[in-house]
């Protein structure tokens, strides 16, 4: 082996003591990385959707791609646009006269059509409702015609308005500026706030009436995620069927959140490896969390690498069996391969901790296989706490009971009615009677 140049002629001790430097160095650096890839971890990690991952397959500028870059409609489909609603109101342009010859055209031979949705050119208008006043002649008493106003000088469709806002995460003072802007000229920030705590007074019997129906559904998802209640750590825990979703904002992570929330519930619950859950008998443990941790595991690791195809495999063999009435043979089949990847990820030194993971789940990762329509996977519940996640972005934390009345609440009443397909604005206006 050629000596470095700058080694060449060195004593051994001298040589001793620059290995020792060099390896006192390497050690340095080693520590580096583990604190790096620790600190990384807190950002991307098995419970990170993969729509906020880190893309590791970018292509460069240069490299070649077949597949289009805007593919538009596949072939044989109907084409896409928007659905034009039907116009509230039909304005006819015509002539009487023409415009070259200044003859009279008589009567149209026909048209054609331009439909235009827009907002009036005074969006906010100011109505002053006189309620007449009256002499019963059969009582001598004052009467008044009975009216539908609100308590407020607001409107009806300005305060669902006002709640929709706040639902896309804009800030109290963003919603009045906005308004003012269209024309509520004294509009501020107390008053958002105001109807937002009106609105989570008016939804609450709405909400428990959700909750009911949720605890009775044959299965749920749940997830919970950070949120600061006025600088002081707390989650916001979720559950979720496919037409409800329910929402509570609590400053601990512990099991008596979810405990309260699904009461009495004894059907399956569909959940990542949290222990908080372990309360419920009938648990399905989500299979898309376990490919992402199984995938941070297998990077620069062939052996792992190797497992982690094979339960590619047998995640796709069960996605095929979940489709079906429970087969017990193909099910002990399945349980057999997940057994047999575990063995082999045990003989693999840095693979102990997710040998580990999936032996804790025990039958819990084939609990769906045998109740028809639950999934193998926790993705609803992730989808159903993204719009939380972004609220967390904008406001950084919720400051007292009220915001967490309104995450409780109005948030989850609203939710629901999306998940259900219904017109939240009118929904929001019949509150208001």
């Known amino acids: 082996m050629k000596i470095p140049l700058h080694l060449d002629g060195l004593s051994k001790r001298d040589l001793i003591r620059h290995n020792l430097v060099l390896e006192s160095k390497i050690i340095e650096q080693d520590n580096r990385i583990a604190e790096l890839e620790k600190r990384l971890l807190l950002y991307e990690n098995a419970h990170t959707p993969s729509s906020k991952q880190l893309k590791k397959n970018t292509k460069k500028k240069d490299e070649k791609d077949d597949k289009p ?6 072939k044989g489909s109907n084409g896409g646009g928007i659905k ?13 006269k023409d415009p070259i010859s200044g003859k009279p055209l008589g009567k149209p031979i026909g048209y054609y059509k331009k439909i235009v949705i827009d907002f009036p050119d005074k969006p906010i208008n100011v109505i002053e409702h006189r309620i007449m006043k009256y002499i019963s002649p059969a009582t001598g008493e004052i009467i008044y015609a009975d009216v539908d106003l609100p308590n407020n000088i607001y409107g009806k469709n300005l305060q669902s308005i006002v709640v929709m806002l706040k639902n896309l995460t804009n800030s109290n003072k963003k919603i009045a500026d906005f308004l003012r802007e269209l024309g509520a000229g004294s509009f501020s920030d107390a008053e958002v706030q105001n109807i937002a705590d009106s609105f989570a007074d008016k939804l609450e019997p709405k909400r428990e009436a ?10 749920v998802n749940a997830d919970e995620t950070i949120f600061r209640k006025d600088g002081k ?6 559950v979720f069927t496919n037409t409800i979703s329910i929402l509570s904002a609590g400053t601990s992570r512990a099991r008596e959140n979810i405990e309260k929330l699904l009461k009495n519930f004894k059907n399956v619950i569909v959940v990542d490896g949290y222990n908080a859950y372990d309360i419920f008998p009938l648990k399905q443990r989500c299979w898309v969390h376990l490919l992402r941790e199984f995938k941070d595991y297998a990077r620069d690791n062939a052996e792992i690498e190797v497992q982690y195809k094979r339960l590619k495999q047998l995640y796709e063999t069960l ?18 391969m997940l057994k047999d990847i575990v063995a082999c990820l045990k003989a693999i030194k840095s693979a102990r901790g997710l040998a580990t993971l999936i032996e804790n789940g025990g039958d819990d990762w084939f609990t769906a296989l045998y109740y028809e329509g639950v999934p193998l996977h926790n993705n609803h519940a992730e989808r159903e706490l993204r719009p939380i996640v972004l609220l967390r972005k904008t406001i950084g934390c ?6 967490k009345r309104w995450i409780d609440i109005v948030v989850s009443v609203l939710h629901t009615w999306k998940l259900r397909g219904m017109n939240i604005f009118q929904n929001l206006r019949a509150v208001l009677g």
């Open 69 to 74: 870059r805007f593919p538009g409609k596949p």
């Open 84 to 96: 034009l609603p039907e116009p509230d109101k039909i304005i006819e342009h015509t002539l009487d």
């Open 210 to 219: 959700f909750l009911e129906e949720l605890r009775k559904a044959p299965y």
């Open 233 to 238: 750590n707390g989650y916001v825990w979720g």
């Open 319 to 336: 996605k095929l069996l979940n489709e079906k009435p429970p087969d017990e043979e193909s099910i002990r089949k399945t349980k057999w």
């Open 398 to 403: 919720y400051r007292n009971e009220k915001g």
